[in-house]
């Protein structure tokens, strides 16, 4: 894998998707997988401050940008999901 290589992400309801280098993509659906995975399930709330808080001194770019854009893709490619009626909104991963 380059260095460069971008990734085009999807979202949920169909809009227009951002180019990003996979290098971050990863590194942000790797601890947003985790995470989840740890807790079973998260707010989006404490989702985006855990991230802020382990992650800013460690990755080069906006950390809640790149968490908001990755979640979005998440949920696209049905990894993750926001589990209906919860407010505030909750995330799990999707078992298909």
């Not at 380059?2 to 590194?27: C, Q, W």
């Not at 997988?33 to 989006?44: K, L, P, Q, R």
């Not at 800013?56 to 490619?77: H, M, N, Q, S």
């Amino acid at each position: 894998m380059s260095k460069n290589e971008k990734i085009m992400t999807l979202h949920p309801e169909g809009k227009a998707g951002v180019n990003i280098l996979k290098r971050r993509y990863d590194f942000i659906k790797d601890f947003i997988v985790n995470t989840i995975a740890e807790y079973g399930t998260i707010t989006f709330e404490s989702l985006g401050d855990k991230a802020v808080e382990e992650l800013t001194d460690k990755f080069d770019g906006k950390v809640l940008w790149y968490i908001v854009t990755v979640k979005l893709d998440l949920e696209a490619r049905g990894i993750i999901e926001r589990i209906p009626k919860t407010s505030p909104h909750q995330l799990r991963i999707k078992i298909n």
